[in-house]
T-cell receptor, first 112, second 111 residues
Framework: NAGVTQTPKFRILKIGQSMTLQCTQDMNHNYMYWYRQDPGMGLKLIYYSVGAGITDKGEVPNGYNVSRSTTEDFPLRLELAAPSQTSVYFC???????????FGPGTRLTVL | QKEVEQNSGPLSVPEGAIASLNCTYSDRGSQSFFWYRQYSGKSPELIMFIYSNGDKEDGRFTAQLNKASQYVSLLIRDSQPSDSATYLCAVTPPGNNDMRFGAGTRLTVKP
């Protein structure tokens, strides 16, 4: 049981490039979340999903897109990277009937 | 007003002392409250959750919730240097499937 896994661990992008941050969980959790954490700050919710085929915006969705074709995977897409998207990105999941979020190890993204 | 507010710290306590971390939230209907610990460069890990008014104890940790005052706290007894980390308060707003986090309080326990 690997829990929540994220790839890549680190990435440097140039302005205007695109990339997909991968997130996978093997706990059969329905709810999945993407957060970003800027230095010295708390976590801000980007997008979340309550199940396969269902996604919704969080507090800071601009510049990002998500999809949820399976229960296990919840990729986050950056289409036109901007320096303001330099951050650490965490994926999390929650099972039905519980509020406890399990976090992945994070992806540190730098946009230059 | 921020949804979840915490003192950013740093909070410094000597080893063996009690560390007290505080959090206030703005939405009176919030129902679930969490404390996460985050070591530098690592992901948050859940320490405690509390749903009802009063105290909840787990080992050296005690979470306290006062819904009337919209206040939740975390006490760490017999603080250890390994407790040095940032502590994040999180709240589940009513009718939402997400969680709102405070900016975190950085705790340093000095040997």
């Amino acid at each position: 049981n690997a829990g929540v896994t994220q790839t890549p661990k680190f990435r440097i992008l140039k302005i205007g490039q695109s990339m997909t941050l991968q997130c996978t969980q093997d706990m059969n959790h329905n709810y999945m979340y993407w957060y970003r954490q800027d230095p010295g700050m708390g976590l801000k919710l980007i997008y979340y999903s309550v199940g396969a085929g269902i996604t919704d915006k969080g507090e800071v969705p601009n510049g990002y897109n998500v999809s949820r074709s399976t229960t296990e995977d919840f990729p986050l897409r950056l289409e036109l990277a901007a320096p303001s998207q330099t951050s650490v990105y965490f994926c999390a999941s929650v099972g039905l009937g519980t509020d406890t979020q399990y976090f992945g190890p994070g992806t540190r993204l730098t946009v230059l | 007003q921020k949804e979840v507010e915490q003192n950013s710290g740093p909070l410094s306590v000597p080893e063996g002392a009690i560390a007290s971390l505080n959090c206030t939230y703005s939405d009176r209907g919030s129902q679930s409250f969490f404390w996460y610990r985050q070591y530098s460069g690592k992901s948050p890990e859940l320490i405690m959750f509390i749903y009802s008014n009063g105290d909840k104890e787990d080992g050296r940790f005690t979470a306290q919730l006062n819904k009337a005052s919209q206040y939740v706290s975390l006490l760490i007894r017999d603080s250890q240097p390994s407790d040095s980390a940032t502590y994040l308060c999180a709240v589940t707003p009513p009718g939402n499937n997400d969680m709102r986090f405070g900016a975190g309080t950085r705790l340093t326990v000095k040997p």
